[in-house]
């Protein structure tokens, strides 16, 4: 395709072709166009580089994705109007990755590669390139313009030492590294080697595993290959960076998160884009990271949703980090205290190996787990089925405090009250302007809605008419004044979304955490307590049991061993599969069952789905316009937030390009006819209902 003429300027013969992808998220137009190469551009329009062209008679952005000799268009074609930058910004491999991923979502390359590539920061830019053109004040900077390698100039020379080819290069990992794992030596020594080792590694609890995964890096960089890392949240982040600091020594990797700000978010892509440095870690920002001779990919803790990113296609960091391993054979780790069930379908068909420990290890390492709803805690307490802290989480968490231990309260709502409802017939208190749910911020606030944020201080119960009001969930913050009156004079901390610790002292001491928000203890926590199993349980969520199994298993192992006083609490009936797996610390056994279970019911990742949502006119229409595979089945519609409604359309792993065709060709042909209502395309999203 070619892309707009210019009417003030003629292509000249011989001018070579540009191809580009213009910044232009519509899909009907997502294919590169053909552009001519001014001479004056011809030096700076390498692949890679920001350009600017004329689209439709508008000055929009592109990427130029490659350089040809021609067209194959008879017709006439328009000019690149400007170079933005020279640049170049987007790596080859990363390019071709972009176009699978897009392909995998049936969404857009241009959506993909603003995922991909970061906004230009000018200053920073121009401080790198400076800093590069000095040679005597940065040596190991990478060459830049006409001394680039002849083969291909759009990608910068490699750094040596960076990956570890240099005399500085640092030793790999030593010889304890992974001992506790009978395929952990095994694994380091095909990533020290080059092979494309692949494992789902099941982590043992109170494992260090910012040091395993820098020993993995550290292996890999050792044998001359770069590495990219990806958690889940900045906190996980900060102490993956002081193990690769330990590991790799200063200066051999960047961080690559949207916290940083633009430009020094700009700067670490630079050094990883230049070939700077040997690895790249970072939240989902740094999926698509453009490390030279990738040999490693590695996620933690792949079960997180804050791996799911929220804009179109809305890949998943995990997905587009084994689609790198396979495009680019390079090894894998998925790793995590518990296991996915998208983790063990990659065990189960052979794709990867599992990295786990033997029981006699892994029992030494476990602290003491109960359950607070089985039979004999029943028989002993028959007020435990009901009650919020049971005598044996009460007694636990008294016993550790008098050994001068931490206790961990983990609470799966943040807040005081955020729930609650009529004291005398029970409705659920309801916002008398929009339906919202009511919420107390504290003992003396005022009832407020949690969706307008009005204020309800005349409240009264549709129903019955009371004005009093009762909890129907506790929160946080609520919790910490309940555990401080019942043991006056023990320091209570909160960690939540308002502030999450990332350590606290070894003494005695009760820390109240959400999910996720769980600081690390020195030492280790002497309890940890599972409250309210109910609010995770009982979600309406295909993911709800392998959910509530990853957050308990994550504060479980902040636990100390058994033998050291560690002791864990579940407020749950131990006969449910979820608290089974913990009791036993069995994340392959209950990932195993979970997968199992969706291939007999037809859910991902047993088979692929993807959901269509929209205004119920919008929906129908783009399903008429779309050639399904005759395998497809239609589920639904179920609504949808406000007056819109989703379709799922689940078809076998087997059609799941032609699935993504299907829609995204249905999409183009709405976007060009203009059709007035938006219709969102997920495929594979993490919540279904």
Not at 49 to 63: E, I, Y
Not at 411 to 430: H, I, Q
Request: aromatic share 4%.
């Amino acid at each position: 395709m070619t892309g707009t003429r210019r009417s003030d300027r003629r292509p000249a013969d011989g001018s070579p072709v540009a191809r580009v992808c213009v910044d232009v998220p519509l899909a009907h137009l997502d294919r590169p166009f053909d552009y001519l190469v001014p001479a004056e551009l011809d030096a700076d329009a390498v692949p890679g580089v920001r350009v600017k062209v004329r689209f439709a008679g508008q000055l929009v952005d592109g990427w130029l994705l490659e350089r040809a000799d021609d067209s194959g268009h008879t017709g006439r074609l328009a000019y690149l109007e400007k170079v933005v930058s020279p640049e170049p910004v987007l790596a080859p491999e990363v390019a071709r990755l972009a176009r699978v991923v897009a392909d995998r979502y049936a969404g857009n390359l241009a959506d993909v590669l603003r995922l991909a590539v970061p906004p230009r920061h000018a200053r920073v830019e121009k401080d790198v390139r400076a800093r590069a053109a000095a040679p005597d004040e940065n040596p190991a900077a990478p060459e830049e313009g006409p001394a680039a390698p002849e083969e291909n100039p759009a990608v910068p020379e490699e750094n040596p030492a960076a990956l570890g080819e240099g005399p500085a290069a640092p030793a790999g990992p030593g010889p304890d590294a992974w001992r506790d794992y009978p395929a952990g030596p095994a694994l380091l020594r095909a990533l020290a080697e080059g092979r494309a080792a692949r494992a789902v590694w099941s982590a043992l609890p109170g494992e260090d595993w910012p040091a395993r995964y820098a020993e993995a890096v550290a292996a890999t960089v050792a044998g001359g290959r770069g590495a990219v890392v990806v958690v889940a949240d900045n906190r996980d982040l900060d102490r993956l960076d002081a193990a690769l600091h330990d590991a790799l020594g200063p200066g051999r990797h960047v961080c690559l998160s949207a916290a940083l700000g633009p430009a020094r978010r700009y700067r670490a892509f630079l050094a990883a884009r230049r070939g700077d440095v040997a690895a790249v870690v970072g939240t989902r920002a740094a999926m698509f990271a453009p490390v030279a001779r990738l040999g490693l990919v590695a996620i933690w803790d792949d079960g997180d949703d804050l791996h799911a990113e929220p804009r179109a296609p809305y890949p998943h960091a995990r997905e587009v980090l084994l689609t790198r391993a396979q495009l680019g054979d390079a090894a894998a780790l998925v790793g995590g205290y518990t296991r996915t069930a998208e983790a063990q379908l990659l065990v189960e068909t052979g794709w990867a190996r599992e990295v786990v420990a033997d029981r006699a290890t892994l029992r030494a390492r476990m602290p003491a787990i109960a359950p607070t709803g089985d039979d004999p805690q029943l028989a002993r307490d028959p007020g435990a089925a009901t009650a919020r802290l049971p005598s044996l989480a009460w007694t636990t968490a008294r016993e550790s405090l008098r050994a001068d231990l931490p206790v961990l309260v983990q609470v799966p709502r943040r807040g005081y009250l955020p729930s609650v409802a009529c004291a005398e017939c029970r409705t659920p208190a309801r916002c008398p302007h929009c339906a919202g749910p009511l919420a107390l911020p504290s003992a003396e606030g005022t009832p407020a809605c949690r969706w307008c944020g009005r204020v309800a201080a005349a409240y009264a119960c549709p129903e019955c008419g009371g004005r009093r009001l009762r909890a129907s969930v506790t929160g946080a913050r609520r919790t910490a004044e309940e555990l401080g009156r019942a043991f006056p004079g023990v320091p209570v901390r909160t960690s939540g979304r308002e502030e999450v610790l990332a350590t606290v002292p070894g003494g005695a001491g009760l820390v109240i955490a959400t999910p996720g928000a769980e600081p690390v203890a020195d030492g280790g926590f002497g309890a940890v307590l599972l409250l309210d199993s109910w609010a995770l349980l009982t979600r309406a969520d295909l993911r709800a049991g392998e959910e509530a199994l990853r957050r308990w298993l994550a504060a479980a192992a902040l636990a100390r061993p058994a033998a050291a006083g560690g002791r864990v609490v579940v407020v749950a009936d131990g006969a449910l599969a979820p608290v089974q797996a913990l009791l036993r610390w069995d994340a392959g056994w209950f990932a195993a069952r979970e997968l199992a279970e969706r291939r007999e019911l037809g859910f991902p990742p047993a088979v692929r789905m993807a959901s269509v949502t929209g205004l119920p006119a919008a929906v129908a229409d783009l399903l008429a316009e779309a050639r399904l595979p005759a395998e497809a089945e239609l589920l639904g519609p179920v609504p949808a937030d406000g007056e819109r409604e989703r379709m799922l359309v689940r078809v076998p792993r087997a059609r799941a390009g032609a699935l993504a065709g299907a829609l995204h060709s249905a999409a183009g042909v709405r976007t060009a006819r203009k059709a007035a209502e938006p219709v969102r395309l997920q495929v594979d999203p993490l919540a279904l209902f």
